[in-house]
């Protein structure tokens, strides 16, 4: 190790098929890669060929963090888990899962920057690391019950400090819809069976080390409350939700919705949010309450607080506590996540029937994250859900079961809006239970092929948010026009990207927004106001670029993608400015290696392309625009009919964005006809390597 | 008045200077719990804490005076007064001029602040209004209040421009037409109301 | 003795609260001792590097916690280690909320039944009381190197003169003692002189700096102290409380 602070200095390898447990020097081998995606992409680039399959032993599961993770940097506790992906369709390639809670920063602590893991053991077992002492052992009384009782069993044994990654009785059947789960609520989806096929059920990490920051500690301490001071509420939203004292804008859309009035009327005694004053930082974590965010007003009297990974002052898990569950249900009256993980639930359901902001809707919040959360089901951002509501209501459920399995449902329920259905379906499904469990938790690439139906229904339907190989769309053009289509095409799952829409999401003006983004990408036309879109141009592309690079850097440094990057602040003195070169600035400070915001985005672009590479030789082609970045069909359409760049549309046109993929493989320094990056692309990158590798295979373009 | 200093020295530049301090301190105080302050109510403080003594309206001027040397002297505070009305002060410290301008207008003229709002937003994010926001702080409007002055602004020709539109869920949006056309501001409406947390 | 002394004596002894345990002859010999000055109070009865030090000055602050606003971000362990040590370790850290986050302080035998994230949510963030005399930490160091700082009069490692014989770990009821493997070296919330960074760290404003004040028997303690006060120590109690 070169000295450098950050970085604990170790990767831990861990091979279950012969139970071989070594290490390697994370700065030495994997440094030009950060950590996180950067480190999984790597390892899979090395080490895994083409052709071998999520479920093989061959295939390996790759848990990174990255040089900030476990300081003091605000929203750094997350770890990405890069493996081959299971729900991929129809072949699987590449793609990261982020789980965040307190497992980034136990690892750091314990010595280890990431793990990866390979083979498969010959019966269930779980990973012990205790600082420097790395065992396999037995977890055969583990398998078979929930993530909660494995964390809890765990625990007893390591201490209450332990910090265990579990899977579920989805993960354990090999069932692709599947989590793994770290601290009650935080999820990494869908490698819940990739580890399931490893017999690998949990792992568990006590650390009491430490993360050595390489600079001047009175500087760090600067630098973290200058950063802290940038901060808006969850996904760097900085105009309130309502009008405050201190604030010039507000948006009824932002998550920002602290208020006098608003409280967390489930503590004891309950608190009053009030007017959270940006310039007050011990304030910060009342500003976002996102259960009432999806919920309504009425879940304000259920919240408890705000939770979330280790070092965020965000807190955008909610913990909410509602008594009626345990009556109606036997479940636990507390329960907590964020997001679609807080929805999982309830976004089963057409309608409650107390309406959309009504207790029924909580209710089903909580049944479904008490058994998901448990099960270790996932959701694939929604999508199952999507597909659950149009399968049933356009009866192809009813058309594909059996009339036994179909009578065995309590359909009435389930149309009634009553949570107990959950109960049903949940179960099945992560019991690979009955053809409707079975086909649900295959992904919907593999379930429209199991149940013949065309992908290309998926592709015109404006409510299914579908867009390809299976995945559906992730702030895309609603949120961002063509830059949010760009980025769609480029990943092997969802888009998991949140660099573009956490800034036009942030809830200033558009006149601001247009100021701000002039002075990052160039001009003031780099962005257009939501649903009044103007045609492609350069600047978008740079946007775009910005974004993809902008993405691996956080989720290889460990910096939350869902907070950053930091364009704007709630600030009126700096002009809602926030600071683009944060990353750069967190990064060279806490581990010594001094980057500019251009030669860390360099460092990313370098993450970036591994990815595409990957890609790239899994899929046997460099033909990516055509088989690869794909755009579905439902974008080009309007169901109103309304032609494209008028106001009121969020549709998009073919040539248009023809041209933006132009621009963007321009940017990025790809080929235009291919969309493949050049050789000369990956060479400037420092990936002579990959290039000759894939020049060998014929895929250079 | 007599002006009376605290410690009972009461030459006469100490005299102005201390209240002018105290003025400020006062504005702040008020500006801090997010509220605007009336000259009327800046002399109740004054005299609350001995700081003056009756006979008031006879150095009303002077008050005035005192008033306006704390603005000068202090580039935070402000004054600030819808048409024909008294002025209220605050501190930009602590309020923005956004949100002192609600207020005020929502003593003055009511009516109108709803359709300044909804065209305040119409414009510049743009963004229609939801409906219930009139409802929650600093608004605190009740819905019969709202209905009412929403049915009066459809009788009266200068807010011909507020419309509606409701949202999938049945929330209702106000907008202007000088900003929004009616497609536009309902495609808004239901991505705020439903679309947002649809895409997480 | 004149009776200007007597009275500062007097004043002294009644705001330490040791005149209960004070005898008459205590008190006395109490008198015998010289003041240097009214305000220089302390240290009164550490009278010098051959006497085992014995510290009386009460602290000036104290951080103050409300479990119902810890949102469990781990900022303060953070901030504690990071801003003052220069690594982030919050095993180390002097505030301490790992240690309860998940299952409360009743650790994992109540499992989902207790406090903490897998529990009810509370999460209680456990903070040195900065004891009033008879400080445990301190009077179980062998080496005296636990001593009060001014100007909050925090009791605090001297790194210098502390070996890391852990005995103080040993003697606080509340486990509030940490340990520095890089240093081998105890070390102790010292109220970062007056500005806790916890508490400028705290983003759900869950933690307060305020006057001190005794904390020690409203607080449960953690754990049943096992340490034992040095012999020399011991002896040394004898200049107040005789029998």
Redo the contacts between chains.
């Keep these: 190790m070169a000295g450098y602070g950050g970085w604990a200095g170790k990767v831990l390898r861990v091979d279950l098929s012969t139970g071989r447990i070594w290490t390697e020097d994370s700065v030495e081998k994997y440094k030009n890669v950060l950590g996180g995606t950067g480190l999984g992409y790597q390892v899979l680039w090395d080490e895994v060929p083409p052709g071998v399959k999520p479920f093989d032993p061959a295939n390996k599961i790759i848990f990174g963090t990255g040089p900030l993770a ?3 940097a605000p929203c750094n506790g997350r770890t990405a888990v890069t493996t081959l992906w299971p729900t991929c369709w129809p072949k699987p390639l590449v793609a990261t899962g982020h789980m965040g809670g ?1 497992f980034a ?1 136990e690892l750091k ?1 314990a010595g280890y920057d990431g793990i990866v893991i390979e083979g498969r053991a010959d019966r269930p077992v779980w990973l012990s690391i205790v600082n420097g002492k790395v065992e396999i052992k037995d977890a055969r009384h583990l398998w078979g019950q929930g993530i ?1 009782r494995t ?2 069993e765990i ?2 044994g390591l ?4 910090v265990v990654a579990a899977i579920g009785q989805a993960g354990e059947n090999l069932v692709p819809m599947s989590v793994v789960m770290n ?2 609520s935080h999820s990494a989806g869908g490698v819940g069976a990739v580890l399931g096929s490893k017999n690998l059920k949990a792992i568990a990490v006590c ?7 390489a600079g001047n ?1 009175e500087e ?2 600067k630098l ?1 409350k200058l950063h ?1 001071s940038l901060l808006g509420a969850n996904n760097q939203h900085v105009v309130p939700n ?12 932002s998550r920002w919705l602290a ?3 608003r409280k967390w009327g489930a ?3 309950s ?1 009053d949010t009030g ?1 959270c ?1 940006p310039h007050d ?6 500003r976002t309450n996102n259960a009432a ?2 919920n309504g007003e009425i879940t304000w009297q259920y919240t ?10 965000i ?1 955008c898990h909610t ?1 909410i ?1 509602v008594p009626s569950v345990a009556m109606k249900y036997g479940i ?1 009256e ?1 329960g ?1 996540n964020t ?2 993980g807080l ?1 999982f639930g309830r976004s089963f359901f057409k309608s409650f029937p107390d ?3 009504g207790l029924t809707g909580i209710e089903a919040c909580m049944v479904g994250m008490h058994l998901a959360d448990d099960l270790g089901i996932w959701c694939n951002y ?1 999508q199952m859900q999507r597909d659950f509501l149009k399968l049933y209501y356009s009866g192809t459920i009813k058309n594909k079961l059996g009339e036994n399995e179909f009578k065995s449902y309590s359909w009435d329920k389930y149309e009634k809006g009553d949570p107990a259905f959950l109960f049903e379906l949940l179960r099945r499904i992560a019991a690979k239970e009955g053809e409707l469990g079975t086909v649900l938790g295959l992904g919907t690439g593999y379930m429209l092929e199991k149940w013949s139906l065309p992908e290309a229904e998926w592709q015109k339907d404006h409510d299914l ?1 579908y867009w390809k190989m299976g995945h559906p769309k ?2 895309a053009n ?2 961002a026009g063509q830059c949010g289509v760009i980025l769609n095409t480029q990943y092997n799952r969802d888009a998991q990207n949140h660099s573009h829409c956490n800034f036009v ?1 942030s ?1 200033l ?3 601001v927004q247009k100021r701000l983004a002039a002075e990052i990408w160039g001009s003031l036309e780099t962005v257009d ?4 879109y103007t045609p492609m141009n350069i600047y978008k592309a740079k946007m775009a670029k910005w974004a993809s690079l902008r993405k691996e850097l956080h989720d290889s440094l460990s910096l939350c993608n869902w907070m950053g990057p930091w364009v704007a602040s709630p600030l ?1 003195e700096r002009g809602y400015r926030g600071d683009d070169s944060m990353e750069s600035m967190l990064y060279s400070l806490a581990t010594g290696d001094k980057k500019s915001r251009e030669e860390l985005d360099g460092v990313a672009e370098r993450i970036f392309l591994l990815h595409r590479a990957l890609t790239i030789r899994d899929m046997g082609t460099k033909e990516m625009k055509a088989q690869h970045d794909t755009i579905p069909e439902w974008i080009f359409h309007d169901s ?1 009919g ?1 032609p494209v760049y ?5 549709h998009m046109d073919r040539e248009d964005i023809q041209l933006a993929m132009k621009m963007y493989y321009q940017e990025m320094g790809w080929d235009q006809a291919t969309g493949a990056p050049t050789a000369n692309t990956y060479k400037k990158a420092g990936l002579a390597k990959v290039a000759e590798d894939l020049g060998k295979r014929g895929l250079l373009p | 008045m007599i002006l009376q200093s605290a410690d009972g020295i009461d030459g006469k530049a100490e005299e102005r200077e201390f209240p002018a301090r105290t003025i400020a301190q006062i504005i702040r105080e008020k500006s801090q719990a997010g509220e605007l302050i009336s000259r009327h109510e800046i002399v109740d403080r004054l005299l609350e804490n001995g700081l003056i003594k009756g006979e008031a309206e006879r150095d009303k001027n002077e008050l005035e005076t005192l008033i306006e040397k704390a603005l000068e002297e202090n580039g935070d505070l402000v004054k600030l007064h819808a048409e024909g009305e008294e002025p209220f002060f605050f501190s930009s410290q602590f309020i923005t001029e956004s949100y002192a301008r609600i207020l005020i207008q929502k003593r003055a003229n009511p009516t109108r602040l709803i359709a300044e709002i909804v065209r305040e937003n119409s414009a510049i994010y743009p963004r229609p209004t939801p409906f219930d926001i009139f409802r929650q702080p600093p608004f605190n409007f009740t819905l019969e209040e709202i209905h009412a002055r929403l049915a009066q602004m459809a009788k009266e020709g200068e807010y011909a421009d507020i419309q509606q539109t409701t949202s999938s869920i049945g929330n209702v949006f106000l907008y202007s037409t000088l900003s929004l056309n009616a497609d536009y501001a309902s495609m808004l409406a239901e991505w705020i109301d439903v679309g947002q947390a649809s895409n997480p | 003795m004149n009776d200007e002394k007597h009275e500062v004596l007097k004043g002294v002894v009644g705001s330490l609260r040791i005149d209960q345990g004070l005898s008459r002859r205590g008190f006395l010999k109490l008198s015998g001792v010289s003041i240097v000055g009214i305000s220089a109070l302390g240290p009164l009865l550490a009278r010098g590097e051959s006497e085992p030090l014995i510290i009386m000055e009460q602290a000036e602050g104290i951080v103050i916690a409300d479990p119902t606003r810890c949102v469990g971000c781990r900022r303060c362990e953070l901030a504690c280690t990071e801003f003052n040590d220069g690594k982030a370790q919050p095993s180390i850290s002097r505030i301490k909320v790992s240690r309860n986050l998940s299952f409360g302080p009743k650790g994992v035998s109540l499992g989902q039944n207790g406090q903490g994230n897998w529990g009810n949510g509370l999460v209680l963030q456990d903070l040195c009381k900065q004891c009033p005399h008879p400080v445990p930490c301190a009077n179980a160091c062998p080496n005296d190197a636990i001593v009060v700082k001014p100007p909050v009069n925090a009791r605090v490692v001297d790194l210098d003169k502390c070996v890391g014989c852990k005995m103080c770990q040993k003697a606080c009821p509340w486990e509030m003692m940490s340990f520095d493997p890089d240093t081998n070296k105890a070390t102790k919330c010292f109220l970062c002189n007056g500005k806790p960074k916890c508490v400028e760290a705290c983003p759900a404003a869950a933690l307060t700096y305020a006057g001190w004040r005794d904390l020690t028997d409203k607080v449960p303690p953690r754990t049943v102290p096992t340490a034992l006060v040095p012999p020399a120590k011991a002896a040394a109690c004898d200049r107040c409380h005789k029998r």
Excluded: M
């Design positions: 476990g300081t003091g307190q920063g602590y909660r964390t809890v625990a007893q201490g209450p400090e332990a601290s009650v650390g009491t080390g430490s993360v050595r920051i500690k760090w301490e973290i802290l309502s009008p405050q004292p201190w604030a010039e804008y507000f948006n009824a859309g208020s006098r009035g503590a004891s005694p608190i007017a004053d930082l011990s304030r910060i974590a009342y965010f999806f408890v607080r705000g939770n979330g990974c280790t070092s965020c002052p807190r913990v506590k636990k507390v907590q997001c679609v929805v309406g959309p902001r929604g948010l992730h702030h609603e949120d999401r809830g003006p558009i006149e106001a939501i649903g009044s009126k109103s309304k008028t106001k009121g549309t969020i």
